[in-house]
T-cell receptor, first 116, second 114 residues
Framework: AQTVTQSQPEMSVQEAETVTLSCTYD???????LFWYKQPPSRQMILVIR??????QNATENRFSVNFQKAAKSFSLKISDSQLGDTAMYFC?????????????FGTGTSLTVIP | ETGVTQSPTHLIKTRGQQVTLRCSSQ?????VSWYQQALGQGPQFIFQ???????GRGNFPPRFSGLQFPNYSSELNVNALELDDSALYLC?????????????FGPGTRLLVL
């Protein structure tokens, strides 16, 4: 079975600073996808960024970037220039389309608070 | 482009009752997945529907069942409700075999079982 571990239950960051959220996963597969989702207090899960395992280049989306270390099975999210609207739960997720039927495996989440 | 919608937003039931939750997928998507999210936890996969058939199931008992309709909307049915079924139920849609396997989530239905 695939497992996703987020070892930081809670984090905080000053507005305009940079913060990194950690995620590790366990799989024997070679082809898979990784995602970071954001769930604000209003609860709708929003995609932040995605990474295909076959791509060596780290994904970036504006202020959000990832550090994907395939050999270490690590997928951290860096948020630059943190904004108050970044306050939310962040979930790391894994998906292997071939062997897990597009099922997403989620970590337990990291609660991020941006402090004014 | 219409996003994923779910109804109702909140629901209160008593133990032993049955409940039906509904989901409309994002336009152009052909697959719907259902997740259960207990308080303070990450979502847990219940099952997925593709072409109106179940296409994968998580570790949930048979009293959790579902349907997908020709317009790709979906229902989640839970029979014989238990207190532990209290959770946020999330629906997510995607376009399988498109090369973009991203799942897009609805706002969820908060179910409370008393």
């Amino acid at each position: 079975a695939q497992t996703v571990t987020q070892s930081q239950p809670e984090m905080s960051v000053q507005e305009a600073e940079t913060v990194t959220l950690s995620c590790t996963y366990d799989t024997s597969e070679n082809n898979y996808y990784l995602f970071w989702y954001k769930q604000p207090p209003s609860r709708q899960m929003i995609l932040v960024i995605r990474q295909e395992a076959y791509k060596q280049q780290n994904a970036t989306e504006n202020r959000f970037s990832v550090n994907f270390q395939k050999a270490a099975k690590s997928f951290s999210l860096k948020i630059s220039d943190s904004q108050l609207g970044d306050t939310a739960m962040y979930f790391c997720a894994f998906m292997n389309p071939v062997n897990t039927g597009n099922q997403f495996y989620f970590g337990t989440g990291t609660s991020l608070t941006v402090i004014p | 482009e219409t996003g994923v919608t779910q109804s109702p937003t909140h629901l209160i039931k008593t133990r032993g009752q049955q409940v039906t939750l509904r989901c409309s997928s994002q336009s152009g998507h052909n697959t719907v997945s259902w997740y259960q999210q207990a308080l303070g936890q990450g979502p847990q996969f219940i099952f997925q529907y593709y072409r109106e058939e179940e296409n994968g199931r998580g570790n949930f008992p048979p009293r959790f069942s579902g349907l997908q309709f020709p317009n790709y909307s979906s229902e989640l049915n839970v029979n014989a409700l238990e207190l532990d079924d209290s959770a946020l139920y999330l629906c997510a849609s995607s376009l399988v075999l498109s090369g973009d396997e991203t799942q897009y989530f609805g706002p969820g239905t908060r179910l409370l079982v008393l």
